[in-house]
Each structure stands twice: as structure tokens, then as C-alpha cells.
């Protein structure tokens, strides 16, 4: 695709429900990065991939966060047994080659309200 | 521990005016740095990327500059105008061992017509 693609774009969980947010980032793009937005705030940094592997996943706020990419394209975020405290935009970015030394794209987030 | 830091938090400006946003960083030893625009309930579009090894970086009417030693950044913005509305958002990323961009805050500005 043109851009990077998240779905859904926006979620309502109760209390204790699993979601998973589906990131497509741009075709042929190495590295994935998926970040954090509370209103008013900056993203904060939650795992990055290269290709399939999970070079660092220090931002995940707890075990109940969980984030894969098995085949190199796709990722998910999956949140298990949601609380209050993930509401918040879940962004995923992506750029084309390792590391982020280049110029990274951002899609439009999966915005996440948990009640 | 990076930190980044942006201000003016909001800033309101008259069409035409030119303005510069600030965007400081706490450890100087850094790999580059980032300009984002974000609209509301958008994500974020990349502006302008200063690799360490650069001082600035042009695009149009948006000029970014790099001084690590002071850990400072800033955006200059020509001529604003109302599209240029929007909160923008500075990025760092640490040397080495980390993949991370640490963000700031963001400015929101606000350009009156």
C-alpha cells in the first residue's frame, strides 16, 4: 500500500478484554516500530522489529503487552485483559531499511478506549 | 536517561509571521533527530530528519538545525500559514543500542488568518 495501515482504527474494550490491533506497514520496509500516544502527550516507544525478529521490546508497559511480526510484514498488538490505563492512540510506524537512522512513516493510529 | 523537551507548548501566530519552535534534548550523544507535524487525530508526518554529523536541513519553508553540543534543535517556519496549523513534535534517537526515537511534548500552533 501507499502508507503505513492500522486496524481498527478505533476500538471501545471493556474492562478485561483482549484486543489486538493489526499494524500493515509500507511494502518492502524493514524495521516496525509500534508506539504509545496519551492525549496531550508525545508517542512513547513500545517494541521495534527488524524484519521478524524483536530487537527490543524495553517499552512494553507490562507482560499483559505482547507483540509479534512472524512473517517480516505484518504485526500485531495484542493486549491482554485491558485496563483503564492503555486507553490511549496505538501507533505503528515503519521505514526501510534496519535501525532508525531513516526517515520513519506513521499510520494513523488504532485509538483505544477501555471502560 | 534521554529527554526531550519542547516550547513553547501552544503558540498562536498572525498568517505571514515567521516562527521558530524549540526542542531541546538532555543527553547530546545522539544519532539524529526528527521533525514531525501531527494533525488532530492524525498520526504523525515526518518534516525534516538532521543526522548527528549535520547542522541543518531545508524543505521548502521549513528550516531545521542541529546543535548537539547544547542540546538543541529548532524548527523555523517561513511565511506561516493557516495550514501550517498542527502540533509538531520532536524526536531523538540515542547513539547506539537502541532503536527509539524519544519524543517531546509537542507545540501546537496555531496560525490566525
Known amino acids: 500500500g501507499a502508507g503505513v495501515s492500522q486496524s481498527p482504527r478505533y476500538k471501545v474494550a471493556k474492562r478485561g478484554q483482549d484486543v489486538a490491533l493489526r499494524c500493515d506497514p509500507i511494502?518492502?520496509?524493514?524495521?516496525l516500530f509500534w508506539y504509545q500516544q496519551a492525549l496531550g502527550q508525545g508517542p512513547e516507544f513500545l517494541t521495534y522489529?527488524?524484519?521478524?525478529?524483536?530487537?527490543?521490546k524495553s517499552g512494553l508497559p507490562s507482560d499483559r503487552f505482547f507483540a509479534e511480526r512472524p512473517e517480516g510484514s505484518v504485526s500485531t498488538l495484542k493486549i491482554q485483559r485491558t485496563q483503564q490505563e492503555d486507553s490511549a492512540v496505538y501507533l505503528c510506524a515503519s521505514s526501510l531499511h534496519k535501525g532508525a537512522g531513516n526517515t520513519i512513516y506513521f499510520g494513523e493510529g488504532s485509538w483505544l478506549t477501555v471502560v | 536517561k534521554q529527554e526531550v523537551t519542547q516550547i513553547p507548548a501552544a503558540l498562536s501566530v498572525p498568517e505571514g509571521e515567521n516562527l521558530v519552535l524549540n526542542c531541546s534534548f538532555t543527553?547530546?550523544?545522539?544519532?539524529?533527530l526528527q521533525w514531525f507535524r501531527q494533525d488532530p487525530g492524525k498520526g504523525l508526518t515526518s518534516l525534516l530528519l538532521?543526522?548527528?554529523?549535520?547542522r541543518e536541513q531545508t524543505s521548502g519553508r521549513l528550516n531545521a538545525s542541529l546543535d548537539k553540543s547544547s542540546g538543541r534543535s529548532t524548527l523555523y517556519i517561513a511565511a506561516s500559514q493557516p495550514g501550517d496549523s498542527a502540533t509538531y513534535l520532536c524526536a531523538a534517537r540515542a547513539t547506539s543500542g537502541t532503536y527509539k526515537y524519544i519524543f517531546g511534548t509537542g507545540t501546537r500552533l496555531k496560525v490566525l488568518a
Open positions: 538532521i543526522q548527528s554529523s549535520q
Open positions: 543527553d547530546s550523544a545522539i544519532y539524529n
Open positions: 511494502s518492502g520496509h524493514v524495521s
Open positions: 522489529f527488524q524484519n521478524e525478529a524483536q530487537l527490543d
